[in-house]
C-alpha cells in the first residue's frame, strides 16, 4: 500500500477520498487553486499545495502543475477523483511517465472509452446492445446534419469526450439541428478540449441504470450491482439508488454479464461503471463507460458495506479483489440526493455566495459527503454540488421516509440551493411509485415547481418574531453601551408615551410582498396584523437562530437564519427561512434599513458572474418577450439571457469575451 497519496480534484470527492486514505493511514496532500485557498479539503488533507490560478483549466485541468505538485510533495499515487483529469488518458500517461502510480484504469483502456463513439463500436465487437445512431469520423455539419437526417427525430448530440450532461442537446426537428450542434461543439470544446460528437436515436420515456464493475490485475472482474439514475435536470443526475426497482432477477443479470463482457474487452483494471439507458420494458443499450469513481458510489457502499476508494487503493498498489463474486452480498435500499446551489425556480441557474449556517443531519442509515464548512464560499469558476446526502433503509419506502427526515434536518443559509425542491421530489407520486424516467422532473415540473402566491402566514409569524427579537438585542447593546441606559431612548421595547408602538413591515419573497403591522401594547402584548386579521404573537428564539413561535391558535418552530454581514446600524434582515424540509428566501423591506439600489428603468441585470460568450442582438433592435439576447459561461455551463418582455435594446454594456459580476447591468431594454 501507498503511504503517501496526492488527491488531484477538490470539493467533496477530495474529502471522501481524504477520509479513506487517513483511515489506512496513508499521507494526504491536497492541491488547490487560488480560490481554494481555504477550503475544506485543503483544511482536510496533511499537507496542500497551490497549482495556480481559479479557472479550471489553469489549474485542475493543468497535468504539469499537478504532476509537478506530486514531484515537490513526494508522493508515490495520484487520485483523480471524477471530472477533471480523471478520464484523460494523457494524464495518466503522464503520472507513469513520471514513475507515480495513477489510481484508475490503464491509459489505453481510458483511451477506449474516453472516446464515446470509438467506444460503442468497441462495445458492438463484444456483443453488448447499443443504442442506434452514429459514431463516425466525419464530423462536418453536412455530414453530421445527412446521419442525422438518417437517425430520425427526435435525436440526441452528444460530445464524443463528454459527461456530467456537458455538450449535449436533444433535437425534435430537423430545422433546430444546426444550431444545437453550434452550442454542443462550444460546450465540448469549452470543457473536455474536444468538439466532436456522435448522434444517437433519442428513446421515449428511457431510464437510465448503470453497473458497478471492479476489475484487479489478476483477471478478477466482478460486478457490485447496479444504479438507477433516471431523476436527472439538464442531463445531470439528481437522485441516485440501488438497487434500481423494477427489474426482474433476469433482467439484472443480463446487466451485470454485459457490463462484465464490456470491461474484460478492454482488459479493464480498477473501478469503472457501465451505463446503459433503458426502455420501460425493460431492454437496455450501453450508452457510456465511466473509466473512474462516481458521484453515486455511495448508494453502493451503503447496500454492500464496501468502501470502493479503499478497493481503489488497493487494486492500483497491485492487490487482488478484496472480495469476488460469491462473497458480494447487496442488503436494504440506498438513495442519494445532490446538494446543488442552484434555484430551481429560474431553471435550475446556479447560485454563488457564503455559506451563513449550515446544519446537517445524523443518525442510522443516514451519510453526508460534502466538500463545504460553515462559512465557506460557493465560487462561479466549479461545479454549483455542495454536497451529498445518502441514505440506507430496508427497503425502497423506509429510504424515502429517512431521506425526507434527514432533508427536513438540512440547513445551507446563504444562497439559493434545491434542498426543498428535493423534499418535493421524493414526495412526488412518481418518484414515490418508483415510475421512473430521465423525463420526470419536466413531466411533473408543476407540482415540483409550485406557484407561490402568497407568503405563507407561518413564515410570516416567523420573520416578524425574528424581527422583534433582533431589534430588542441591538437596542439592549445599545442601551448598554449608552451614557444614560435609563433614557427612554435607549429602552428595548417599543416606548410610546400613553400609545402602543406600531410598525409597519413588508417581506419580500420571490418578488410577492407582503404587508403587515405589528402593534405592541404597553403591556407588552404583540398582535400581528395580516390581510385584515388580527394575530396575538408570542414566541421565544433558541439556538442558531431558531425561533417556536405562536400565532392565534397555531405553533409553529422553525429557523430565520441571516445570509448577508451587515452593521450594527444595519442589522441583517435578509433571511433564509426553514420550516421542516421547506425553504424561502425572505428580505425585510424598511425605508432605513433596506440597503438595495434601485437599478435605471429597464436595466436587465446579470443573474450570476460569468463570462459572456455571445451577444446576439445590437443596440435599436427590436425584440419579443423571449428572444436570446446574450449568453453567459459560469460554472461549466451556457445559460441564455432571455428579453423579459418586449422592446428595444437602448444600451449594451458589455461584448463578447467580458467577464461580469452578479447583478450588474447587462443591457437596456425599453
Not at 362 to 385: F, K, L, N, Q, T
Given at each position: 500500500?501507498?503511504?503517501?497519496?496526492?488527491?488531484?480534484?477538490?470539493?467533496?470527492?477530495?474529502c471522501?477520498?481524504?477520509?479513506?486514505?487517513?483511515?489506512?493511514?496513508?499521507?494526504?496532500?491536497?492541491?488547490?487553486?487560488?480560490a481554494?485557498?481555504?477550503?475544506?479539503?485543503?483544511?482536510l488533507?496533511?499537507?496542500?499545495?497551490?497549482?495556480?490560478?481559479?479557472?479550471?483549466?489553469?489549474?485542475y485541468?493543468?497535468?504539469?502543475?499537478?504532476?509537478?505538485?506530486?514531484?515537490?510533495?513526494?508522493?508515490?499515487?495520484?487520485?483523480?477523483?471524477?471530472?477533471?483529469?480523471?478520464?484523460?488518458?494523457?494524464?495518466a500517461?503522464?503520472?507513469?511517465?513520471?514513475?507515480?502510480?495513477?489510481?484508475?484504469?490503464?491509459?489505453?483502456?481510458?483511451?477506449?472509452?474516453?472516446?464515446?463513439?470509438?467506444?460503442?463500436?468497441?462495445?458492438?465487437?463484444?456483443?453488448?446492445?447499443?443504442?442506434?445512431?452514429?459514431?463516425?469520423?466525419?464530423?462536418?455539419?453536412?455530414?453530421?446534419?445527412?446521419?442525422?437526417?438518417?437517425?430520425?427525430?427526435?435525436?440526441?448530440?452528444?460530445?464524443?469526450?463528454?459527461?456530467?450532461?456537458?455538450?449535449?442537446?436533444?433535437?425534435?426537428?430537423?430545422?433546430?439541428f444546426?444550431?444545437?450542434?453550434?452550442?454542443?461543439?462550444?460546450?465540448?470544446l469549452?470543457?473536455?478540449?474536444?468538439?466532436?460528437?456522435?448522434?444517437?436515436?433519442?428513446?421515449?420515456?428511457?431510464?437510465?441504470?448503470?453497473?458497478?464493475?471492479?476489475?484487479?490485475?489478476?483477471?478478477?472482474?466482478?460486478?457490485?450491482?447496479?444504479?438507477?439514475?433516471?431523476?436527472?435536470?439538464?442531463?445531470?443526475?439528481?437522485?441516485?439508488?440501488?438497487?434500481?426497482?423494477?427489474?426482474?432477477?433476469?433482467?439484472?443479470?443480463?446487466?451485470?454479464?454485459?457490463?462484465?463482457?464490456?470491461?474484460?474487452?478492454?482488459?479493464?483494471?480498477?473501478?469503472?461503471?457501465?451505463?446503459?439507458?433503458?426502455?420501460?420494458?425493460?431492454?437496455?443499450?450501453?450508452m457510456?463507460?465511466?473509466?473512474?469513481?462516481?458521484?453515486?458510489?455511495?448508494?453502493?457502499?451503503?447496500?454492500?458495506?464496501?468502501?470502493?476508494?479503499?478497493?481503489?487503493?488497493?487494486?492500483?498498489?497491485?492487490?487482488?479483489l478484496?472480495?469476488?463474486?460469491?462473497?458480494?452480498?447487496?442488503?436494504?435500499?440506498?438513495?442519494?440526493?445532490?446538494?446543488?446551489?442552484?434555484?430551481?425556480?429560474?431553471?435550475?441557474?446556479?447560485?454563488?455566495?457564503?455559506?451563513?449556517?449550515?446544519?446537517?443531519?445524523?443518525?442510522?442509515?443516514?451519510?453526508?459527503?460534502?466538500?463545504?464548512?460553515?462559512?465557506?464560499?460557493?465560487?462561479?469558476?466549479?461545479?454549483?454540488?455542495?454536497?451529498?446526502?445518502?441514505?440506507h433503509?430496508?427497503?425502497?419506502?423506509?429510504?424515502?421516509?429517512?431521506?425526507?427526515?434527514?432533508?427536513?434536518?438540512?440547513?445551507?443559509?446563504?444562497?439559493?440551493?434545491?434542498?426543498d425542491?428535493?423534499?418535493?421530489?421524493?414526495?412526488?407520486?412518481?418518484?414515490?411509485?418508483?415510475?421512473?424516467?430521465?423525463?420526470?422532473?419536466?413531466?411533473?415540473?408543476?407540482?415540483?415547481?409550485?406557484?407561490?402566491?402568497?407568503?405563507?402566514?407561518?413564515?410570516?409569524?416567523?420573520?416578524?418574531?425574528?424581527?422583534l427579537?433582533?431589534?430588542?438585542?441591538?437596542?439592549?447593546?445599545?442601551?448598554?453601551?449608552?451614557?444614560?441606559?435609563?433614557?427612554?431612548?435607549?429602552?428595548?421595547?417599543?416606548?410610546?408615551?400613553?400609545?402602543?408602538?406600531?410598525?409597519?413591515?413588508?417581506?419580500?419573497?420571490?418578488?410577492?410582498?407582503?404587508?403587515?403591522?405589528?402593534?405592541?401594547?404597553t403591556?407588552?402584548?404583540?398582535?400581528?396584523?395580516?390581510?385584515?386579521?388580527?394575530?396575538?404573537l408570542?414566541?421565544?428564539a433558541?439556538?442558531?437562530?431558531?425561533?417556536?413561535?405562536?400565532?392565534?391558535?397555531?405553533?409553529?418552530?422553525?429557523?430565520?437564519?441571516?445570509?448577508?454581514?451587515r452593521?450594527?446600524?444595519?442589522p441583517?434582515?435578509?433571511?433564509?427561512?426553514?420550516?421542516?424540509?421547506?425553504?424561502?428566501?425572505?428580505?425585510?423591506?424598511?425605508?432605513?434599513?433596506?440597503?438595495?439600489?434601485?437599478?435605471?428603468?429597464?436595466?436587465?441585470?446579470?443573474?450570476?458572474?460569468?463570462?459572456?460568450?455571445?451577444?446576439?442582438?445590437?443596440?435599436?433592435?427590436?425584440?419579443?418577450?423571449?428572444?436570446?439576447?446574450?449568453?453567459?459561461?459560469?460554472?461549466?455551463?451556457?445559460?441564455?439571457i432571455?428579453?423579459?418582455?418586449?422592446?428595444?435594446?437602448?444600451?449594451?454594456?458589455?461584448?463578447?469575451?467580458?467577464?461580469?459580476?452578479?447583478?450588474?447591468?447587462?443591457?437596456?431594454?425599453?
Amino acid at each position: 500500500m501507498f503511504s503517501k497519496l496526492l488527491i488531484a480534484n477538490r470539493g467533496e470527492i477530495a474529502c471522501r477520498i481524504i477520509d479513506t486514505a487517513q483511515r489506512l493511514g496513508i499521507h494526504t496532500v491536497a492541491v488547490f487553486s487560488d480560490a481554494d485557498r481555504q477550503a475544506r479539503h485543503v483544511r482536510l488533507a496533511d499537507e496542500a499545495v497551490p497549482i495556480g490560478p481559479a479557472t479550471a483549466r489553469d489549474s485542475y485541468l493543468n497535468s504539469a502543475r499537478i504532476i509537478n505538485a506530486a514531484k515537490i510533495s513526494g508522493v508515490q499515487a495520484i487520485h483523480p477523483g471524477y471530472g477533471f483529469l480523471s478520464e484523460q488518458a494523457a494524464f495518466a500517461q503522464a503520472c507513469v511517465d513520471a514513475g507515480l502510480v495513477f489510481v484508475g484504469p490503464a491509459p489505453r483502456a481510458i483511451a477506449a472509452m474516453g472516446d464515446k463513439a470509438a467506444a460503442k463500436a468497441r462495445m458492438e465487437q463484444a456483443g453488448v446492445p447499443v443504442v442506434p445512431g452514429y459514431h463516425g469520423q466525419a464530423q462536418t455539419t453536412q455530414a453530421l446534419f445527412s446521419e442525422a437526417q438518417r437517425v430520425g427525430y427526435p435525436l440526441i448530440i452528444k460530445a464524443c469526450a463528454g459527461g456530467g450532461g456537458k455538450g449535449m442537446r436533444v433535437v425534435t426537428r430537423a430545422e433546430d439541428f444546426i444550431a444545437a450542434l453550434a452550442r454542443c461543439r462550444h460546450e465540448a470544446l469549452s470543457a473536455f478540449g474536444h468538439d466532436s460528437v456522435l448522434l444517437e436515436r433519442y428513446l421515449q420515456h428511457p431510464r437510465h441504470i448503470e453497473v458497478q464493475i471492479f476489475a484487479d490485475s489478476q483477471g478478477h472482474v466482478v460486478s457490485l450491482f447496479e444504479r438507477d439514475c433516471s431523476i436527472q435536470r439538464r442531463h445531470q443526475k439528481v437522485i441516485e439508488e440501488a438497487p434500481a426497482p423494477g427489474l426482474s432477477p433476469t433482467q439484472r443479470q443480463a446487466m451485470y454479464d454485459a457490463a462484465t463482457r464490456a470491461a474484460k474487452a478492454i482488459d479493464y483494471v480498477g473501478a469503472g461503471t457501465i451505463e446503459f439507458i433503458s426502455t420501460q420494458d425493460g431492454a437496455f443499450y450501453f450508452m457510456e463507460m465511466n473509466t473512474r469513481l462516481q458521484v453515486e458510489h455511495p448508494v453502493t457502499e451503503m447496500i454492500t458495506g464496501l468502501d470502493l476508494v479503499e478497493w481503489q487503493l488497493r487494486v492500483a498498489a497491485g492487490e487482488a479483489l478484496p472480495c469476488l463474486q460469491h462473497e458480494i452480498h447487496q442488503h436494504g435500499h440506498a438513495i442519494e440526493v445532490r446538494i446543488y446551489a442552484e434555484d430551481p425556480a429560474r431553471d435550475f441557474l446556479p447560485q454563488t455566495g457564503r455559506i451563513a449556517q449550515l446544519d446537517l443531519p445524523s443518525g442510522e442509515g443516514i451519510r453526508i459527503d460534502r466538500g463545504i464548512d460553515e462559512g465557506d464560499v460557493m465560487s462561479a469558476h466549479y461545479d454549483p454540488m455542495m454536497a451529498k446526502l445518502i441514505v440506507h433503509a430496508v427497503d425502497r419506502a423506509a429510504a424515502i421516509d429517512r431521506l425526507q427526515q434527514a432533508i427536513g434536518q438540512t440547513r445551507v443559509a446563504g444562497l439559493i440551493n434545491n434542498l426543498d425542491f428535493l423534499a418535493r421530489l421524493i414526495q412526488c407520486p412518481a418518484f414515490k411509485n418508483a415510475a421512473l424516467d430521465t423525463g420526470l422532473i419536466a413531466r411533473e415540473s408543476a407540482t415540483l415547481q409550485p406557484i407561490v402566491t402568497a407568503l405563507p402566514t407561518a413564515v410570516v409569524a416567523l420573520c416578524t418574531w425574528a424581527f422583534l427579537h433582533t431589534e430588542s438585542h441591538r437596542r439592549q447593546q445599545h442601551a448598554q453601551r449608552s451614557t444614560d441606559p435609563y433614557s427612554p431612548w435607549a429602552s428595548v421595547h417599543g416606548w410610546r408615551l400613553n400609545a402602543a408602538a406600531q410598525q409597519d413591515l413588508s417581506f419580500v419573497c420571490a418578488e410577492l410582498e407582503t404587508h403587515i403591522r405589528v402593534i405592541t401594547d404597553t403591556t407588552g402584548h404583540v398582535t400581528l396584523h395580516l390581510d385584515n386579521n388580527e394575530l396575538a404573537l408570542n414566541g421565544t428564539a433558541e439556538e442558531r437562530q431558531a425561533y417556536q413561535v405562536q400565532y392565534g391558535d397555531q405553533t409553529v418552530r422553525g429557523h430565520v437564519i441571516a445570509v448577508h454581514d451587515r452593521t450594527d446600524a444595519l442589522p441583517a434582515y435578509d433571511w433564509h427561512v426553514f420550516i421542516d424540509a421547506q425553504q424561502w428566501r425572505v428580505r425585510l423591506k424598511l425605508p432605513s434599513l433596506d440597503g438595495s439600489s434601485t437599478s435605471s428603468l429597464g436595466a436587465c441585470t446579470a443573474p450570476m458572474p460569468g463570462k459572456i460568450i455571445a451577444v446576439h442582438v445590437a443596440v435599436g433592435e427590436r425584440v419579443s418577450a423571449g428572444t436570446p439576447l446574450m449568453v453567459l459561461e459560469a460554472m461549466k455551463m451556457e445559460h441564455t439571457i432571455t428579453a423579459p418582455h418586449e422592446g428595444t435594446v437602448e444600451a449594451l454594456y458589455f461584448s463578447v469575451g467580458a467577464v461580469v459580476q452578479e447583478g450588474v447591468a447587462l443591457f437596456v431594454l425599453a
